[in-house]
């Protein structure tokens, strides 16, 4: 691991490394105001959490990568748990020289917090980090889950643990994106049989092609932004 990568991320961690983006003279220190300005103010679009079961092996990392970067260039700030993280450490995406490959709005955050666009959260027991920090946001924003431009990805198989951390998701409002395997037969059909809850407070999504994914994502997070009317 290089000097300029980060190891894995303590929600004290995240909201300290947004201290950098205050403004001492009018801003707070110590919350996720910082990221939730950036975010109303379009700097940031919104954010991505990606997760990764040992199952996701089965999806080439070239594909799962690239998806990240579309994020990235699309000023979508993305934090990575289990495989997910192992992909972005490969490519070279939890480097804080990768905030070339970001959107300008990205980069700069990037540059003032002196972080990469990937944020690594470690392995998928820490997934309570995202519970913690998606709470911490509606507190400090007057928001619900479902209003916030924050998204759920499972770029890879339908696994049963995958299905599980989904539902989670799902069920706290966050909508979720999920890759899967070419299949034959309706998206719906996959997700039902799959066992992804249909009435959930958060929405999925599936495909097979990660380029439409990725696009998806973009789409729901502006849908999201366009209803809070920023």
Do not use: H, W
């Amino acid at each position: 691991m290089s000097e300029n990568t980060l190891p894995a991320l303590a929600v004290a961690d995240i909201i300290a490394a947004l201290d950098g983006v205050v403004n001492s003279n009018a801003e707070e220190f110590g919350t996720t105001k910082p990221l939730l300005q950036c975010i109303t103010s379009g700097v940031l679009r919104g954010a991505a959490v990606l997760l990764g079961t040992p199952e996701s092996a089965q999806r080439d990392k070239g594909e799962y990568a690239d998806l990240i970067k579309k994020l990235l260039a699309n000023d979508i700030i993305v934090l990575v748990l289990g495989y997910a993280e192992e992909v972005a450490l490969d490519a070279g995406l939890i480097n804080k020289e990768a905030k070339s490959l970001a959107g300008a709005g990205l980069e700069r955050v990037c540059t003032l917090a002196d972080i990469p666009p990937v944020l690594p959260l470690g392995g998928l027991e820490n997934v309570g980090n995202v519970v913690t920090i998606t709470t911490a946001l509606c507190q400090d924003s007057g928001l619900t889950v479902p209003q916030l431009p924050v998204v759920g990805v499972d770029a890879a198989a339908l696994s049963a643990q995958a299905v599980e951390l989904g539902n989670t998701f799902a069920g706290l409002g966050v909508d979720v994106y999920a890759g899967v395997l070419p299949f034959e037969g309706s998206a719906e059909d996959v997700m039902a049989a799959a066992g992804l809850k249909k009435d959930a407070p958060g929405k999925f999504t599936a495909s097979s092609d990660l380029g439409e994914l990725g696009d998806a994502i973009v789409t729901g997070i502006e849908q999201k932004r366009a209803a809070l009317g920023i």
